[in-house]
């Protein structure tokens, strides 16, 4: 006896037929049009002012650009409708553009640390206040980006990639600022490096939490914020249902939870409310508790377990 059912729930933010980044489109537009503009200026700068902090920022921006290019045509792909061979669409591909945000933040890093050790050892002269001029002005652009996308990161990891990349630009601006501002006032050049070093310190951890989260889903975790021993107690919970098994519960893309199981009922009480009744009652149990867009049911009886493949855990 099976019986499927799928509902969906709206939370805000993004429109119910795309993913979560699909309602910052426009302003991830927005954002890759600033960064490619002040990473040219910052290119010019770095090179005008010998400064490897203002240069080794520039190449942060290169790769938010690459980054915010990705998440754009992420949400592209993403969005596309599904397929009989594809059932989700390529709801995945926004996952993939984060991941490789990742990696791309963790060579710029990487890069970054590498270059101002050379600096150590081969020191040069920065100029202090060309460096502050254009500093200023990645730091302008950076704060308009992140305004942006302060919102969307809350509800895509496609969109906090691109928005951890501005953040960490806009961090290595206010460094580079400082370390100018050292360098103009007592002509310490040391503090060039040591700001390149901060800045690749700076992208790491936000990185690796990112990085984190992105393989959960990939691994199809629990969704965030979902208690599976609380979604199993709250369906055990309801009248008629004996017991639970093969639950499961993961994410396609931000935004998407989805959730499965099958549920042992009572064949009395099965009959004296009926499927849709009983279907009605586990949607609206999990719908009311916890942020889960689809869910399918398997009602079925006492013992039909044991008849099953072994093939789900």
């Keep these: 006896m099976g019986a499927g059912h799928d509902h969906g729930h709206s939370h805000g933010g993004p429109p119910p037929t795309g993913t979560a980044a699909a309602a910052y489109k426009g302003r991830l537009r927005i954002a890759l049009t600033i960064t490619l503009s002040v990473m040219v200026i910052e290119i010019i700068g770095g ?12 190449a942060h921006m290169a790769t938010d650009a690459v980054g915010l290019a990705m998440a754009l045509l992420a949400i592209h792909f993403a969005n596309r409708p599904p397929t009989d061979n594809r059932t ?33 050892v081969e020191p040069t002269e920065t100029r202090g206040g060309l460096t502050i001029a254009f500093a ?16 969307g990161q809350k509800e895509s990891l496609n969109v906090r990639g691109a928005y951890l990349e501005v953040l960490a630009d806009a961090l290595g601006s206010v460094t580079v600022l400082i370390s100018a501002g050292v360098i103009l006032a007592t002509d310490w050049q040391y503090a060039d490096p040591i700001a390149s070093i901060l800045i ?6 936000r990185t690796v939490k990112l990085l984190r989260e992105t ?10 914020g979902v208690d599976m021993v609380e979604v199993r107690a709250h369906i055990l919970a309801l009248p008629g249902v004996e017991d639970v098994h093969d639950l499961h519960a993961w994410t396609i ?3 998407m939870p989805v959730l499965s199981a099958h549920v042992v009922v009572d064949q009395l009480a099965l009959d ?15 719908g009311s508790h916890f942020d889960v867009e689809h869910c399918t049911f398997q009602l079925e009886p006492a013992g039909h377990a044991a008849h099953e493949a072994k093939l789900c855990l």
């Design 47 to 58: 090179i005008v002012a010998d400064s490897l902090a203002l240069i080794a920022d520039a």
């Design 88 to 120: 989700f669409g390529f709801a995945r591909a926004e996952i993939l553009a984060a991941l490789a945000n990742c990696l791309l933040l963790l060579g710029v890093g990487g890069y970054v640390l590498y270059e101002a050790i050379q600096r150590f």
């Design 136 to 151: 200023l002005i990645g730091l302008v652009a950076n704060m308009i980006s992140l305004s942006l996308l302060v919102r």
């Design 200 to 205: 690749g310190l700076m992208i790491v951890p």
């Design 215 to 224: 393989l959960d889903v990939l691994l199809e975790s629990a969704p965030k």
């Design 253 to 255: 893309t931000s935004g």
């Design 272 to 286: 004296a409310v009926g499927h849709e009744k009983m279907l009605h009652d586990l949607q609206g149990c999990l």
